[in-house]
């Protein structure tokens, strides 16, 4: 247990739909991240926020939209998704952003039918 | 561009053995370098970091070493035991940059 929860484990959708995958963590981190597991690749960073403002956009396409409503919660709201967009979604948070450290959660396993 | 990979995709080890994850890295400006693990259905967990003005950092089983001239980074886990089984990432970045750069990982298996 990392102290990092990600909800749903898993989810399905289809291309047309709208869904959202949320993050929450209680550590008391200041830095929350959204990253792209794909099968045989690198991790990819999506997102960085860091006090609650988007520090680094990894040029992800617009069909992601993050959102940091407060510390302690991270949402990826998803929209109008493609089969390749199918992968492990990880949050994950550090006491700020230069910390070298990061806890992730277990990850939410997409599937875009 | 920067890079960070792996020798190997797979190692298998003898339980009580150690073993020796490899990683390659081309960013001569990166300042610190981690070893993350991933076991099965879960997500990636912080072993060990190391910053560059160092060779060699240990924790518990664990030691990284770290070869600046040939810009390589190693991961040695002694007395492996079957919990080790997992994928084994590294990742570099520089102060000043979120961008955490992984590797494709390494799984080790650990044989009974």
């Known amino acids: 247990e990392t102290g990092v929860t990600q909800t749903p484990r898993h989810l399905v959708m289809g291309m047309t739909n709208k869904k959202s995958l949320k993050c929450e963590q209680h550590?008391?981190?200041?830095?929350m991240y959204w990253y792209k597991q794909s099968a045989k690749k690198p991790l990819e960073l999506m997102f960085v926020?860091?006090?609650?403002?988007?520090?680094e956009n990894n040029s992800v396409p617009s069909r992601f939209s993050p959102e940091c409503p407060n510390s302690s919660h991270l949402f990826l709201h998803l929209h109008t998704l493609q089969p390749e967009d199918s992968a492990l979604y990880l949050c994950?948070?550090?006491?700020?952003?230069?910390?070298?450290?990061?806890?992730f959660g277990q990850g939410t396993r997409l599937t875009v039918v | 561009g920067e890079s960070v990979g792996l020798h190997l995709p797979t190692l298998s080890v003898q339980e009580g053995d150690n073993s020796i994850i490899n990683c390659a890295y081309s960013?001569?400006?990166?300042?610190?370098f981690i070893w993350y693990k991933q076991e099965s259905g879960k997500g990636p967990q912080f072993i060990i970091d190391?910053?560059?003005?160092?060779d060699k950092r240990q924790g518990q089983r664990v030691t990284v070493l770290l070869n600046k001239t040939v810009k390589h980074l190693s991961l040695q886990i002694a007395a492996t035991q079957p919990g080790d089984s997992a994928v084994y990432f590294c990742?570099?970045?520089?102060?000043?940059?979120?961008?955490?750069?992984f590797g494709t990982g390494t799984r080790l298996t650990i044989i009974p």
């Open positions: 994950a948070s550090s006491q700020d952003r230069r910390s070298t450290e990061a806890f």
């Open positions: 550590l008391g981190h200041n830095a």
């Open positions: 926020y860091s006090l609650e403002e988007r520090v």
């Open positions: 960013n001569s400006a990166s300042d610190y």
């Open positions: 190391i910053r560059s003005n160092m």
């Open positions: 990742a570099e970045n520089y102060f000043g940059n979120e961008k955490l750069t």
